[in-house]
């Protein structure tokens, strides 16, 4: 939302706690006598169909609750697949859950071979102390060796990267008829768009995979070429999604309100409805990819997932987190003085505990955080100065809250330079700062450099804009006619 960003601007766990203690005490018992097994998998099983039993009724209370607001049937559509998600993941609990699985070794070993790391999978089963008599295990050993041997190292120079904004949730709200209709008609996707593309990738073999996974840097800041291994048909991807601030101008436009960790420990949205209520559900790319995921562990390359990528001038991950909010400084734009006489008990250390805790299990669960520039920055057109106060900012109001980053993606789709590679008083302050990985945006397939100083990636927007004008470009990844959402008001408007 460049566009309506920058005006805004000028105008003015308990559950999360209980599967990690779960997931340590497993660890400690299958260290003890053998004896202890059979008790283990006893009373595995009886805690595994009481989280069953809990999530379905879980489900049940949102379904009931979403059937009295038939009103907004385009959200309705959305979180009823969200739902339906997570109803199939209960019932898949106990064949693969996470790295903590209650079924013991052998279908932890499968979960990781699931994901692509084979030396994991073997060195998990060898470790334990019946290996050598245990038939079973053995032969499990053979087949991760034999899929292992079958893969193959992708040239790291074909790997692309496609990236999103916040999702619509509500249609009719987004594209209501003002101001702000075509700015989201261009650069946002909307929930039917987006479970429709992240199916249609998973069907043609895409696996997500970090940018840690491409290229790894030494402590003196040097670059190292990195290598993806994987089995023959699948086709490795970045993933990585924008703005994740929910910022104040899309209230009331059918968008989730922040991120938040629920009663069972995941990361969903809450979303506020018409009549003030607050729903819980997957409403966002971070709660959907972490539900694929749950029922497709091969979608992501050793349980990696996105990039998130964070502004600071209105807090983050729908957190009020900046110190502006606090200190109200003369100059506070008019968003931020409406919302905070909507808040009177306003406690920045409250908003900044919750921001951390949410970071915190995205990071728990694969999510990388980089840096948007605190202001929404265009790199290409600002001064050296100006975006050394910028970092400054960043650096102060949210590395703290996401423990740092060394991934920068720039906004307004610009770069420091064209094609050649960096140089210039920009690059060596940006590196000064400790940033090894850069992205921006690029209309191609692929856009890599891995350079002894730094990694570059080209990006690809999947948002109405591309998908109405340039649905060729995007064929190797899905069919941009099939996923076009109907509710989206025709003509895109054109860039410029």
Known sequence: MADIDKEKRELSDEE??????????????RKKKQKRRKLLKRV??????????????????????????????????AADKGKEQNTDLQSQENILEETGDSKGPLEEAKFYAAQYDYDKAIARLKQEPDY???????????EFEETKASCVSWPLEEVTHVFYHT????????????YKEADYNQVMTTLEEFNKITQTMYDKGYVMVSIYDMATVDENGNMTPGEIL??????????????????????????????????????????????????????????????????????????????IALTGYNGILGYRTDISYETRPEDLDRDKVKWLEEHPDFDLDKEREEAKKVAAAMKENGWLFASHTWGHQNVAEASLEKLQAD??????????????????????????????????????????????YYCNVDSSKYFVQIRDRYFRQGRRNLDGYRMYYN???????????????????????PMG
Do not use: W
Not at 16 to 29: F, G, N, S
Not at 62 to 77: F, L, M, P, S
Not at 415 to 434: A, H, I, P, R, V
């Open 471 to 493: 649905p060729e470009m995007l064929e190797d990844l899905f069919d941009a006619k099939e996923v076009f959402d109907p509710a989206r008001p025709t003509p895109v408007k």
């Open 167 to 178: 999702m619509i949730v509500d249609t009719a709200k987004a594209f209501d008829g003002d």
């Open 44 to 77: 595995v099983c009886v805690a595994g169909v009481v989280i069953l039993v809990s999530g379905l009724g879980y489900a049940g209370m949102q379904i009931r609750e979403k059937g009295q607001k038939q009103e907004t049937g385009e959200r309705q559509k």
């Open 132 to 142: 050598e008599n245990n038939p079973e295990m053995q032969k499990a050993v053979k």
């Open 391 to 436: 970092t400054q900012r960043f650096k102060e109001n949210v590395d703290p809250l996401i423990g740092g980053t060394d991934i920068i993606i720039f906004a307004f789709g610009t770069d420091l330079t064209n094609y050649e590679d960096y140089s210039g008083d920009k690059f060596e302050y940006f590196k000064s700062q400790g940033y090894n």
């Open 230 to 307: 994987l089995p023959p048909g699948k086709i490795p991807f970045v993933l990585s999604q924008d703005d994740v601030s929910y910022y104040h101008y899309m209230e009331g436009d059918g968008y989730p309100s922040k991120l938040v960790v629920d009663k069972e420990g995941k990361v969903r949205n809450e979303y506020i409805e018409d009549d003030g209520s607050v729903s819980i559900g997957d409403y966002d790319m971070v709660p959907l990819i972490d539900r694929f995921v749950e029922q497709h562990p091969d979608f992501s390359y050793r349980g990696a997932k996105g990039i």
């Open 16 to 29: 999360y706690e209980r599967r990690r203690e779960m997931r340590r005490k497993r660890m400690a018992l």
